[in-house]
């Protein structure tokens, strides 16, 4: 009570308009922040002058560098090593071998094109991306500029940032050595423009990013990104809309482009014997491209990897936006000029960020709002925790809403505060820390925040009522219905771009499904066969026999009595949870061994968790607020239809294109779905995902259909990064050999598609195509990217 009333004092001083707006009180335009505007020339330490080290990047082909030949080995070495994996130093002896075969030959002449070493290979044939390693305290996160001086310490705690490496046995009796400097902590880098540059070089690309102005649009439907409200209400610096819908192209000649902020935290195992250990990403989607091209891995900007082994904090994860936010700033503002297929001459670019897409926990301390499991837990209201079953928590406007001018009020309020002990009660009594995305002028924190509906929806409704609800509670019993689900699940035969669902799902040997995995059981698999589970269930009864079964008191005795066993068996889990917990901190907690160099920074960012099976992980439980609970009664069986309207609202949301007709018979099955919940199960069963889950249609109609703001790209961005090998070094090693075998793979698509296009030479197509055939494998990385490329070049785009 008393957090709730401090909440409502920070309303105190706010207009009625500032803090209750509805839909009819909105502005037609999201308006500029004259206080983020006043700060826009701030100095930047981490602004890049050029967009790389020789300027603009080369517009001649690759393919003209040297005889055919000589071009295609490299390229063939190059491409064993990123679709293979081959080791620097086998391809090293390729080369080499290569060379002593063409002077036995007699083409000695050949041989001085040839480089001897895959590194000269790969900058050759530009595959060697340009990285920028941020020097980073590996006590505090805080991150340095490139140029920081090598005896420099941390501007924030004092903890020095490099190392003196020891000197090289081979090197260790030459007079003169220079010291070796290396940072503790390094965190790689790559600037939106350079990303951009290579990019807009690319056939075809520069006309894909004007493609949504030539879709024909229906008024009341919602196909993509610019029939939502945001593409509309955008501002750009001349305070006009930033996408002009009302011309044929962008103002002054310019490209404009949006992009999507996504993140997401993800374990790499690097052996059986290792603790934990994880990264994040931060990586943006260019939302001007259709479908076809904006999901595909090769198309995004990965900006930055936060380095591991642990999470950052809200706080800590901040220093890192700040680096992209700057880069944002400029690039709305001022732009840059960049070269372009088409206009060698350069068109000048403007970039702005059109959202926040991220699962709970990564939106809340991206944007400064307080975790999932704070007493105010919605980034759109003021719900709390206490109310989040009420009947209220699924109706419209049943909470205060909040506002991005009281959120950036809250904010600046956080970083005023004196000390951590302020910040941190603060925090706790407002959900609100300080967000470097509040320098965004254009910014608006209450909308341009969405909870992606993959984490939301998928592993979190579905998953909860199939898993938590139906099985753990024994609705499905594993001898009767579950059993039959199996046998249907073994009849259906899906097409293979469906991928498949494991024949024993709901069962430990079924494994742990994935968010497309549960989105194909609630929209294709569920309608069919659950209604089979259905047949002899007595059919629904005429109102007048209803109302007489009301008036009885059986039905309420059966709810109350169903209710008390679902509580009592949610209390024994958490506490079972909880010592099961406190058991595996301790066994942790005694196997920590410090070695005899190991310093007291290295020993505060290390990971020590455990390796072994959780009891959550056996349960197949993804999300910490996901838990379900146990009924010991097996003849407690009864059979409900509420299934069907978070099937229908999955199908809907989840559509290619969806009319307001259709958003709000979804939005109102949602509602429905959650309160009949609580009626059927008892208020034990709703977690914060039932909630969000009404803030589903406000997104759409913000956005457009679910699938311009799901996260399913970033997703696959982390499948592929943990796909490559590491030397499992720490200190940001892993994260740098990340990002630059992702730009290698990215680098080599775009060749091997150039290469495809070269009618000249019929050499070039032919073995570019062999490559792309050859690089099919069960993790389809590097040949889904390049045959999506081919397919979308070869019609026309």
């Known amino acids: 009570m008393q957090t709730s009333a401090r909440v409502s004092e920070s309303f105190a001083g706010q207009t009625t308009g500032s803090v209750n707006h509805t839909n009819s009180q909105?502005?037609?335009?999201?308006?500029?922040?004259?206080?983020?505007?006043?700060?826009?020339?701030?100095?930047?330490?981490?602004?890049?002058?050029?967009i790389s080290d020789n300027g603009h990047p080369h517009t001649s082909s690759i393919f003209t560098l040297a005889h055919p030949v000589i071009v295609l080995f490299m390229l063939l070495v190059a491409w064993l090593h990123v679709a293979a994996h081959l080791?620097?130093?086998?391809?090293?002896?390729?080369?080499?071998?290569?060379?002593?075969?063409?002077?036995?030959?007699?083409?000695?002449?050949?041989?001085?094109?040839?480089?001897?070493?895959?590194?000269?290979?790969?900058?050759?044939?530009?595959?060697?991306?340009?990285?920028?390693?941020?020097?980073?305290?590996?006590?505090?996160?805080?991150?340095?500029?490139?140029?920081?001086?090598?005896?420099?310490?941390?501007?924030r705690c004092g903890h020095p940032l490099f190392k003196v490496e020891p000197t090289p046995r081979s090197r260790s009796n030459r007079r003169g050595d220079a010291k070796r400097y290396k940072p503790y902590l390094q965190t790689p880098a790559k600037t939106l423009s350079e990303q951009l540059a290579a990019l807009l070089l690319q056939p075809g690309f520069e006309e894909a990013l004007g493609a949504w102005r030539r879709r024909s649009r229906s008024g009341g439907w919602l196909t993509d990104f610019f029939d939502g409200a945001i593409s509309r209400e955008l501002l750009g610096p001349d305070k006009k809309p930033f996408f002009r819908h009302d011309l044929d192209r962008d103002p002054d000649d310019e490209i404009r482009i949006g992009v999507a902020l996504g993140l997401d935290w993800f374990s790499y195992l690097r052996s059986l014997i290792s603790p934990s250990y994880s990264s994040c990403p931060i990586s943006l989607n260019i939302v001007n491209l259709p479908p076809s091209l904006r999901y595909r891995a090769g198309n995004l900007l990965l900006s930055m990897i936060i380095p591991g082994p642990k999470e950052s904090n809200p706080d800590q994860t901040q220093g890192f936006l700040k680096i992209l936010v700057s880069e944002l700033i400029r690039l709305w503002r001022d732009g840059i000029v960049?070269?372009?297929?088409?206009?060698?001459?350069?068109?000048?670019?403007?970039?702005?960020?059109?959202?926040?897409?991220?699962?709970?926990?990564?939106?809340?301390?991206?944007?400064?709002?307080?975790?999932?499991?704070?007493?105010?837990?919605?980034?759109?209201?003021?719900?709390?925790?206490?109310?989040?079953?009420?009947?209220?928590?699924?109706?419209?406007?049943?909470?205060?809403?909040?506002t991005d001018r009281h959120h950036r009020l809250l904010m600046q309020q956080y970083r005023e505060a004196q000390t951590d002990k302020d910040r941190e009660e603060h925090a706790s009594a407002f959900a609100t820390r300080w967000s470097e995305l509040a320098r965004l002028p254009y910014f608006d924190f209450q909308r341009m925040v969405v909870v992606d509906p993959m984490h939301n929806l998928f592993l979190g409704l579905v998953k909860t009522h199939f898993y938590h609800i139906w099985v753990q509670l024994k609705i499905l019993r594993r001898s009767c219905e579950l059993r039959r689900v199996h046998e249907i699940l073994a009849q259906i035969d899906l097409p293979s771009r469906l991928g498949r669902l494991p024949r024993l799902i709901g069962e430990p040997a079924g494994g742990s499904l994935?968010?497309?995995?549960?989105?194909?059981?609630?929209?294709?698999?569920?309608?069919?066969?659950?209604?089979?589970?259905?047949?002899?269930?007595?059919?629904?009864?005429?109102?007048?026999?209803?109302?007489?079964?009301?008036?009885?008191?059986?039905?309420?005795?059966?709810?109350?009595?169903?209710?008390?066993?679902?509580?009592?068996?949610?209390?024994?889990?958490?506490?079972?949870?909880?010592?099961?917990?406190?058991?595996?901190d301790i066994d942790v907690s005694n196997a920590r061994v410090s070695g005899p160099g190991s310093s007291a920074s290295e020993a505060t960012r290390r990971s020590v968790r455990a390796r072994k099976p959780t009891e959550k992980a056996k349960n197949m439980v993804l999300e910490m607020d996901d838990a379900g609970a146990?009924?010991?009664?097996?003849?407690?069986?009864?059979?409900?239809?509420?299934?069907?309207?978070?099937?229908?609202?999955?199908?809907?949301?989840?559509?290619?294109?969806?009319?307001?007709?259709?958003?709000?018979?979804?939005?109102?099955?949602?509602?429905?779905?959650?309160?009949?919940?609580?009626?059927?199960?008892?208020?034990?069963?709703?977690?914060?995902?039932?909630?969000?889950?009404?803030?589903?249609?406000?997104?759409?109609?913000?956005?457009?259909?679910?699938?311009?703001?799901?996260?399913?790209?970033?997703?696959?961005?982390n499948k592929i990064l943990k796909s490559y090998r590491t030397n499992n070094h720490e200190g940001g090693e892993i994260e740098c050999t990340f990002m630059r075998e992702f730009y290698r793979t990215s680098g080599l698509i775009c060749t091997l598609t150039e290469g495809l296009q070269q009618t000249d030479y019929t050499l070039y197509h032919l073995a570019c195509q062999r490559m792309q055939e050859a690089s099919k494998d069960g993790r389809g990385t590097l040949q889904q990217l390049a045959q999506e490329v081919e397919d979308e070049y070869a019609d026309g785009i």
């Open 26 to 50: 909105r502005p037609s335009t999201i308006p500029l922040k004259e206080d983020a505007l006043g700060h826009m020339n701030d100095a930047d330490p981490f602004a890049v002058k050029s």
């Open 87 to 155: 080791p620097f130093r086998f391809c090293d002896v390729i080369l080499t071998v290569f060379g002593y075969t063409l002077v036995e030959l007699g083409h000695s002449s050949l041989v001085p094109s040839l480089r001897t070493t895959l590194t000269s290979c790969l900058a050759l044939l530009r595959l060697e991306p340009r990285i920028r390693l941020y020097p980073t305290c590996p006590k505090c996160l805080a991150v340095h500029p490139e140029d920081v001086a090598k005896d420099s310490e941390c501007a």
């Open 338 to 402: 960049l070269p372009t297929h088409a206009h060698p001459e350069g068109r000048r670019i403007r970039v702005i960020l059109v959202g926040v897409f991220c699962d709970k926990p990564a939106a809340h301390k991206v944007a400064g709002f307080g975790s999932h499991k704070h007493t105010f837990f919605c980034t759109r209201c003021w719900i709390s925790q206490g109310k989040k079953a009420l009947r209220e928590a699924f109706m419209p406007h049943g909470f205060q809403e909040r």
């Open 514 to 584: 994935t968010a497309d995995q549960w989105l194909i059981l609630a929209t294709v698999v569920g309608p069919l066969a659950f209604p089979e589970l259905w047949t002899g269930v007595e059919p629904c009864r005429s109102p007048t026999d209803q109302e007489a079964d009301q008036a009885t008191t059986s039905d309420e005795a059966f709810f109350h009595e169903r209710h008390e066993v679902l509580r009592t068996r949610v209390a024994q889990r958490k506490k079972s949870s909880s010592k099961s917990k406190k058991a595996t």
């Open 630 to 717: 146990h009924l010991d009664d097996e003849s407690d069986h009864e059979w409900d239809g509420d299934e069907d309207d978070i099937n229908d609202e999955d199908a809907a949301g989840s559509a290619d294109s969806i009319s307001e007709a259709q958003l709000a018979q979804a939005e109102q099955l949602i509602r429905e779905y959650c309160i009949e919940l609580v009626e059927l199960y008892g208020a034990d069963v709703i977690r914060p995902n039932h909630h969000y889950a009404t803030h589903t249609a406000e997104f759409i109609r913000d956005y457009g259909p679910m699938r311009g703001f799901w996260t399913f790209i970033f997703e696959r961005l």
